[in-house]
């Protein structure tokens, strides 16, 4: 099973990303937590991603989609894949079109996931993760049992430099220009579900295993 995750940044992307590795076993493949891993990696990519990255814009297609073709050539893609932020512009869904091709694995649905601004702008910027092991927060939705502290491993929780109003913004943007095709492109394919995404969490994930299943 092969599905493609799409939403704006805060839509709950990496929140139902987990629950479909969990109930279906495919592999989660998030450019932005492996973006992440390199930029705290002091990697030559995360070099070259980090100021893109905090300010909110794209990093360039040519890094994404060479990390991409290493990644899916792993042995855990056998189940199938998740893939989480990614494609994010048209020339990405152009390269994903081929390496799914070499590989043999097409795109069996698109889930997308639709929410209205003020609920994007209130979950951002609330929002905490774990600089440890990349548990997720949020300071009003679901805190930490002590502030600032981990549940899971007891370090740190903090900002993503990027959850600010302002870089925000960028991002939206970036969703409207560049990813709004994106999801054009696999409509026209009939791919596309959408799922109204700015209820409780629980209530969008079993309209989403309900779309799953009904495919498989
Ligand atoms: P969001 O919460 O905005 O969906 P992600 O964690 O998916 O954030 O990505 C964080 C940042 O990583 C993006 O703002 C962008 O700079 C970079 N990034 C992630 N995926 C891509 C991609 N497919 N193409 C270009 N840049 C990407």
Redesign the pocket.
Known sequence: MNILIMG???SG?GTMSKKLHDEFGVAHI????M??ENVKNNTPLGHQ?KD??ET????P?EL?NEMVKERLLRADVEKGYLM??????LV?AKAFEDITKEINKPVDIVVNLKVDVDTLAARITGRRVCKNCGAIYHIKNSPSKVEGICDVCGNATVQRP?DTLEQLQV?LK?HTTNTEPVLDYYREKGLVQDFEASRPADEVWLEIKQAIEAIF
């Open positions: 704006p940044a805060g992307k998030s450019t932005g937590d973006l992440r991603a893109f990255m909110g814009r794209l990093v297609d994404i989480d932020g990614f494609p994010r512009t990405q990027d991002r970036e």
